[in-house]
């Protein structure tokens, strides 16, 4: 394929990701709001945000749990979140033992309480793993939240919070996914940062003649 080929492509390709960022904001707005609300509360309160998917939705899970615990726009206190697709000798030892379907929730029913939240992340929204993820946060009582592509699939029916990308393009979908989950972390930071700032004693000012 000539170069100028190539490029054509890759022209196509980045005018597609644009389009798709752009219906996502008539789309997925709303929701995106409630999510960061729900996991600014939710921290707020003491809990912890935990995430969870698989193969690039796993790095993407990393991705966002490392931007709330280190940093992402400022320079703040670390966050709690939680990647649940990094430890190997769990995931491994409950894939053998449960079967893969289980790694998430295990994990869940292990390290989840009321008061926690968690970001499912699928980009066919149909992951049977991810799925019962998601049932087993709901039965300890944990606020849920899910990103996925096309129609949402069942994982959107499942969760509390739905933000699907309205696309069945699964690389496009994981560009918005990661993009969804910066713009989550920056809202965060700002609510939190907002909390703090309205909790701050007001300046008393002295009246009269100075001594």
Known sequence: MPPESIGHHF???L???ADLRLRLLESGMENLLRATEAVSSSLRRGGKLLLFGNGGS???AQHIATEFVCRFKHSRKPLAALSLVT???A???IGNDYGFEQIFARQLLALGGPADIVIAISTSGASPNVLAGIRAASNIGMRSIGFSGGDGGRLAQLVEIPVVVPSADTA???ECHITLGHLLCGGVELLLKSAKTSKLPRK???TGNAR
Do not use: P
């Open 87 to 89: 430890d190997t000798s």
């Open 11 to 13: 022209a196509l390709t």
């Open 15 to 17: 005018r597609a990701g």
């Open 204 to 206: 008393q000012y002295k």
């Open 172 to 174: 496009l979908v994981q």
């Open 91 to 93: 995931l491994t030892a």
């Open 58 to 60: 796993a790095a993407d």
